[in-house]
């Protein structure tokens, strides 16, 4: 039999568990999230690998070899959380009653261990997996020794081989070394050579090998600049080169017969995990993935429940008390109009199944409908619209657990229910598990059916307590119970509502539109002297790029790119790439907005409902789908012609909208505390004509059409951390120009420039950003050693404060909107919300109080040190209130 060795990067795992999961503690007040993750990750390994030696690496101190030649390594590195901290004791504790070796080396990193071991293992016939979330381990990877990197937090590994090092970066494992040694780690505070990223790395290394080799062709390296730059850091990449070398001979006092590992016994491990509160886990000890799967044990326990019948009603009804969970279960995922399968109700000690034949049961009916017995759900605003369509009324909620894990971290891409759960360590089932995917999805019999809804009750109602204290030391309740809660309640309230669309006016634009593709086609043909099929980007790349000898921008694997990019930067080339570009734009317009419009109008009431999705974006921004009215393209006057077919739903009525002015860039001048641009917006001045002025040195009535224009690209680009590149690319301009005229505007407005310097710095020590209601955007990928990563995450701390909070603003609007019209007890009725722009049907006796309370009302959402500007107009469409 093989021998198989799995050696785990204990720090780097840990780490990346401890911020991939909330906050967990056990009765003791100790913290174990990074404990229960990578728990996780250990026994899906043990699982799946079947290794006959076990490793876990630590890392014994931040004194090594390395910090006594260079006293600055890994120097500008955060310090380590107390929380994290105090959890490595824990994790030994648990290596320990799994009978899994443990090891660390002062003096030496973990890293070094790993190398080491890995490279005994190989001379002694072993195979090796290395599992990490450091891409240095790939300088390890041999025939014999694969490396699985960590993605997504710890839930998903990405393997490599010499093939997949090949193949990503067209280097060897030992190139990875060089790699690091041209391009330096942030992270680890290597230096490098200064201004030498990754791509550029890669191209030195593809063309000269090596470190060594790049200094000594320094002169044949295309660029002048860069050649200097090598030149004068040479000594810099040697030193780089040799601080990212891991060392494989290191003295270890282990051995390889110390990591031998056979299976652990569940006995053993079990007093560990019911210390830490593993609930989840202590299911599946003892079983493999298969038993696990068919019995449900790893999934959900069995819970004992009630299910009403007309016969138990009496009894059960009395038990219906507060606080309870509640759980609406709908049938797929467009929940208007969808059956609604049935409800679960947990409390205490009660775990009731209503079928849905038995939710016309007054009691149940009364008590849903009651404000004053408190419930508990998840995703309040589906339960409340899916009972809506049923014509019961749910009123009381006070807790949702999809919303309460949302404003505790909305980068997560998951707040689904067996997900929320099993971060708190809850054994529940999926919903895929229980019904299936796609075209083998069915509902289960009566007795799964109900088990799995009151499951989710149960799940419900023993989350609260824990994600209300997880709220509360994340410093979210105010964001949760003051805007969230009552947000969802509103929207809701719209999506039953829905807006009317006219099919006729559809029919009409499609009809138009058509005869414009058509028109279009025709003179498509005559330029290219062939008919072609447009639509097809290879045969369009042929005629484009063979037959007209178009110069070529970017290839494909299956031939010439015709992207949109491209095609722009060939505008001014050939007169038949307008008529492509407007050729695609008009047949997306149709096919995507027309067709897509038309499917979603409901016969029964001639409307469309839309579903705003509250817990999706990162920033806080609500999103739409089915349809997707977010994304109704404006630019084209087409485009903006689809929104005549929005019309009030009576007769004599408007449509309102109103649309807060430049909100982005006005709590940008309030969070940067920038006294030019706060001073422009408080005198009214046209921001981008006093932004040109200022930044030109000259009066504004001398600011020409291209300065503001400029101005205004500069702008709206730094709220998202626009480089010279993508300015340049914005204006047509050099990158020299754009970075003068981004140094320009920094000098003028120096405290947007502090902004962004700080609003960096901080996310390094915090690790997340707030906006100014306290939503908070983790940024775990802030201090990575990857460029790319880490300027992305960067280019979030800059803008999330300013995005989020406009999401907030608007939240905040809508709430205090809604209590304001029923307090006056007005007929008109919001609509919808695309991006900074609330929609309204007004009857024409209230377009006066309308006219005036909207924009008070938004206006005075949230005070800042400028003032909020609302633009509001009205008419007999959308189309016509713009």
Same mark, same amino acid.
């Given at each position: 039999?093989?021998? +198989?060795?799995?050696?785990?990067?204990?720090?780097?795992?840990?780490?990346?568990?401890?911020?991939?999961?909330?906050?967990?503690?056990?009765? =003791?007040?100790?913290?174990?999230?990074?404990?229960?993750?990578?728990?996780?990750?250990?026994?899906? *390994?043990?699982?799946?690998?079947?290794?006959?030696?076990?490793?876990?690496?630590?890392?014994?101190?931040?004194?090594?070899?390395?910090?006594?030649?260079?006293?600055?390594?890994?120097?500008?590195?955060?310090?380590?959380?107390?929380?994290?901290?105090?959890?490595?004791?824990?994790?030994? %504790?648990?290596?320990?009653?799994?009978?899994?070796?443990?090891?660390? /080396?002062?003096?030496?990193?973990?890293?070094?261990?790993?190398?080491?071991?890995?490279?005994?293992?190989?001379?002694?016939?072993?195979?090796?997996?290395?599992?990490?979330?450091?891409?240095?381990?790939?300088?390890?990877?041999?025939?014999?020794?694969?490396?699985?990197?960590?993605? +997504?937090?710890?839930?998903?590994?990405?393997?490599?081989?010499?093939?997949?090092? $090949?193949?990503?970066?067209?280097?060897?494992?030992?190139?990875?070394?060089?790699?690091?040694?041209?391009?330096?780690?942030?992270?680890?505070?290597?230096?490098?050579?200064?201004?030498?990223?990754?791509?550029?790395?890669?191209?030195?290394?593809?063309?000269?090998?090596?470190?060594?080799?790049?200094?000594?062709?320094?002169?044949?390296?295309?660029?002048?600049?860069?050649?200097?730059?090598?030149?004068?850091?040479?000594?810099?990449?040697?030193?780089?080169?040799?601080?990212?070398?891991?060392?494989?001979?290191?003295?270890?006092?282990?051995?390889?017969?110390?990591?031998?590992?056979?299976?652990?016994?569940? %006995?053993?491990?079990?007093?560990?995990?019911?210390?830490?509160?593993?609930?989840?886990?202590?299911?599946?000890?003892? $079983?493999?993935?298969?038993?696990?799967?068919?019995?449900?044990?790893?999934?959900?326990? !069995?819970?004992?429940?009630?299910?009403?019948?007309?016969?138990?009603?009496? =009894?059960? #009804?009395?038990?219906?008390?507060?606080?309870?969970?509640?759980?609406?279960?709908?049938?797929?995922?467009?929940?208007?109009?969808?059956?609604?399968?049935?409800?679960?109700?947990?409390?205490?000690?009660?775990?009731?199944?209503?079928?849905?034949?038995?939710?016309?049961?007054?009691?149940?009916?009364?008590?849903?409908? @009651?404000?004053?017995?408190?419930?508990?759900?998840?995703?309040?605003?589906?339960?409340?619209?899916?009972?809506?369509?049923?014509? *019961?009324?749910?009123?009381?909620? &006070?807790?949702?657990?999809? /919303?309460?894990?949302?404003?505790?971290?909305?980068?997560?891409?998951?707040?689904?229910?067996?997900?929320?759960?099993?971060?708190?360590? $809850?054994?529940?089932?999926?919903?895929?598990?229980?019904?299936?995917?796609?075209?083998?999805?069915?509902?289960?019999?009566?007795?799964?059916?109900?088990?799995? *809804?009151?499951?989710?009750?149960?799940?419900?109602?023993?989350?609260?307590?824990?994600?209300?204290?997880?709220?509360?030391?994340?410093?979210? &309740?105010?964001?949760?119970? @003051?805007?969230?809660?009552?947000?969802?309640?509103?929207?809701?309230?719209?999506?039953?509502?829905?807006?009317?669309?006219?099919?006729?006016?559809?029919?009409?634009?499609?009809?138009?539109?058509?005869?414009?593709?058509?028109?279009?086609?025709? #003179?498509?043909? !005559?330029?290219?002297?062939?008919?072609?099929?447009?639509?097809?980007?290879?045969?369009?790349?042929?005629?484009?790029?063979?037959?007209?000898?178009?110069?070529?921008?970017?290839?494909?694997?299956?031939?010439?790119?015709?992207?949109?990019?491209?095609?722009?930067?060939?505008?001014?080339?050939?007169?038949?790439?307008? /008529?492509?570009?407007?050729?695609?734009?008009?047949?997306?317009?149709?096919?995507?907005? *027309?067709?897509?419009?038309?499917? =979603?109008?409901?016969?029964?009431?001639?409307?469309?409902?839309?579903?705003?999705?509250?817990?999706?974006?990162?920033?806080?921004?609500?999103?739409?789908?089915?349809?997707?009215?977010?994304?109704?393209?404006?630019?084209?006057?087409?485009?903006?012609?689809?929104?005549?077919?929005?019309?009030?739903?009576?007769?004599?009525?408007?449509?309102?909208?109103?649309?807060?002015?430049?909100?982005?860039?006005?709590?940008?001048?309030?969070?940067?505390?920038?006294?030019?641009?706060?001073?422009?917006?408080?005198?009214?001045?046209?921001?981008?004509?006093?932004?040109?002025?200022?930044?030109?040195?000259?009066?504004?009535?001398?600011?020409?059409?291209?300065?503001?224009?400029?101005?205004?690209?500069?702008?709206?680009?730094?709220?998202? #951390?626009?480089?010279?590149?993508?300015?340049?690319?914005?204006?047509?301009?050099?990158?020299?120009?754009?970075?003068?005229?981004? =140094?320009?505007?920094?000098?003028?407005?120096?405290?947007?420039?502090?902004?962004?310097?700080?609003?960096?710095?901080?996310?390094?020590?915090?690790?997340?950003?707030?906006?100014?209601?306290?939503?908070?955007?983790?940024?775990?990928?802030?201090?990575?050693?990857?460029?790319?990563?880490?300027?992305?995450?960067?280019?979030?701390?800059?803008?999330?404060?300013?995005?989020?909070?406009?999401?907030?603003?608007?939240?905040?609007?809508?709430?205090?909107?809604?209590?304001?019209?029923?307090?006056?007890?007005?007929?008109?009725?919001? /609509?919808?919300?695309?991006?900074?722009?609330?929609?309204?049907?007004?009857?024409?006796?209230?377009?006066?109080?309308? &006219?005036?309370?909207?924009?008070?009302?938004?206006?005075?959402?949230?005070?800042?040190?400028?003032?909020?500007?609302?633009?509001?107009?009205?008419?007999?469409?959308?189309? %016509?209130?713009?």
């Amino acid at each position: 039999m093989e021998k +198989k060795l799995i050696i785990i990067d204990g720090n780097s795992i840990a780490n990346r568990a401890f911020y991939a999961l909330p906050l967990l503690t056990n009765n =003791e007040g100790l913290y174990t999230n990074a404990v229960y993750g990578f728990t996780m990750m250990l026994m899906r *390994i043990l699982e799946e690998e079947k290794p006959t030696h076990v490793l876990v690496a630590f890392d014994a101190g931040k004194v090594t070899f390395r910090t006594e030649g260079y006293k600055d390594y890994k120097g500008t590195r955060q310090k380590t959380p107390g929380e994290l901290s105090a959890q490595f004791p824990l994790m030994k %504790e648990l290596l320990d009653a799994f009978s899994i070796a443990h090891y660390e /080396l002062p003096g030496y990193e973990a890293d070094d261990i790993i190398g080491t071991m890995s490279a005994q293992a190989e001379a002694n016939g072993y195979s090796t997996l290395i599992v990490s979330g450091d891409k240095d381990m790939l300088q390890l990877v041999s025939d014999r020794t694969k490396v699985a990197l960590t993605r +997504k937090g710890i839930s998903e590994t990405e393997l490599y081989s010499p093939q997949e090092i $090949m193949d990503k970066y067209q280097l060897t494992p030992v190139q990875i070394i060089d790699l690091k040694g041209l391009m330096g780690d942030t992270s680890d505070n290597i230096p490098g050579i200064p201004g030498v990223g990754e791509k550029t790395a890669l191209k030195l290394l593809h063309e000269f090998g090596t470190v060594e080799d790049v200094l000594a062709h320094a002169s044949e390296v295309k660029g002048k600049k860069l050649q200097e730059k090598i030149a004068a850091h040479a000594d810099d990449a040697r030193m780089s080169k040799e601080l990212a070398t891991i060392l494989r001979e290191a003295p270890l006092a282990i051995t390889l017969e110390n990591t031998a590992y056979a299976a652990y016994v569940a %006995e053993k491990v079990a007093p560990v995990f019911e210390r830490f509160a593993f609930k989840s886990l202590l299911e599946r000890l003892g $079983m493999n993935e298969a038993e696990a799967n068919e019995s449900g044990a790893a999934s959900g326990e !069995e819970i004992a429940y009630v299910t009403i019948t007309e016969a138990n009603r009496d =009894e059960w #009804g009395a038990k219906l008390v507060s606080p309870m969970a509640v759980v609406v279960e709908v049938d797929g995922d467009n929940y208007h109009g969808a059956p609604v399968l049935g409800i679960g109700i947990a409390g205490e000690d009660v775990r009731l199944y209503v079928p849905f034949a038995e939710m016309n049961w007054p009691t149940l009916t009364d008590w849903l409908a @009651d404000s004053a017995q408190k419930k508990w759900v998840y995703d309040a605003k589906r339960s409340q619209v899916a009972l809506a369509w049923q014509n *019961i009324t749910l009123e009381g909620i &006070c807790f949702d657990a999809m /919303l309460a894990s949302y404003v505790s971290n909305p980068s997560e891409t998951n707040h689904q229910l067996s997900d929320i759960a099993a971060r708190y360590q $809850m054994g529940l089932p999926s919903d895929e598990a229980v019904y299936g995917k796609g075209a083998k999805r069915s509902i289960p019999d009566e007795d799964k059916l109900g088990l799995h *809804i009151v499951r989710k009750a149960d799940a419900v109602y023993r989350l609260h307590d824990r994600m209300e204290q997880a709220m509360k030391e994340e410093s979210v &309740c105010e964001l949760f119970y @003051d805007l969230e809660l009552p947000l969802a309640t509103v929207l809701g309230d719209m999506e039953k509502r829905g807006v009317q669309v006219e099919r006729a006016r559809l029919d009409e634009m499609g009809r138009v539109l058509l005869e414009k593709l058509s028109s279009l086609t025709v #003179g498509i043909y !005559e330029l290219a002297g062939v008919e072609f099929n447009i639509n097809s980007p290879k045969q369009l790349g042929e005629i484009l790029f063979d037959k007209l000898q178009l110069p070529v921008y970017k290839k494909t694997k299956t031939g010439y790119s015709t992207s949109a990019d491209v095609l722009e930067k060939l505008e001014h080339t050939h007169e038949i790439i307008p /008529l492509i570009l407007e050729f695609r734009q008009l047949g997306k317009l149709q096919s995507t907005y *027309i067709e897509g419009l038309k499917k =979603e109008i409901r016969p029964d009431t001639s409307k469309i409902h839309t579903s705003f999705n509250q817990a999706v974006t990162a920033t806080g921004r609500l999103s739409s789908t089915e349809p997707n009215l977010q994304n109704i393209p404006i630019r084209l006057e087409e485009g903006r012609r689809i929104r005549q077919a929005f019309v009030p739903s009576e007769p004599g009525w408007y449509i309102l909208s109103a649309d807060y002015s430049q909100i982005e860039l006005r709590i940008l001048a309030h969070i940067a505390r920038d006294e030019n641009l706060i001073k422009a917006f408080q005198e009214g001045a046209d921001i981008h004509t006093r932004t040109a002025a200022d930044v030109f040195g000259v009066a504004q009535e001398d600011v020409t059409s291209l300065m503001r224009r400029q101005a205004k690209a500069v702008n709206f680009g730094i709220v998202y #951390g626009i480089s010279d590149y993508g300015l340049s690319q914005n204006l047509n301009i050099t990158r020299k120009q754009a970075a003068e005229f981004i =140094e320009r505007y920094f000098a003028v407005f120096q405290g947007v420039k502090r902004y962004m310097e700080t609003s960096v710095l901080e996310a390094k020590k915090a690790g997340y950003v707030t906006t100014l209601l306290s939503r908070r955007r983790y940024l775990p990928d802030i201090n990575s050693r990857n460029f790319n990563l880490r300027s992305f995450a960067e280019r979030t701390a800059m803008n999330t404060p300013i995005q989020g909070t406009a999401a907030d603003i608007i939240k905040l609007a809508m709430v205090n909107m809604a209590k304001r019209m029923e307090e006056a007890q007005l007929a008109s009725r919001m /609509l919808l919300q695309v991006h900074d722009e609330l929609i309204f049907e007004v009857p024409e006796h209230e377009l006066d109080v309308m &006219c005036r309370l909207v924009p008070e009302v938004m206006e005075s959402a949230l005070v800042l040190d400028v003032p909020l500007k609302v633009d509001v107009n009205y008419g007999p469409s959308w189309y %016509e209130a713009k």
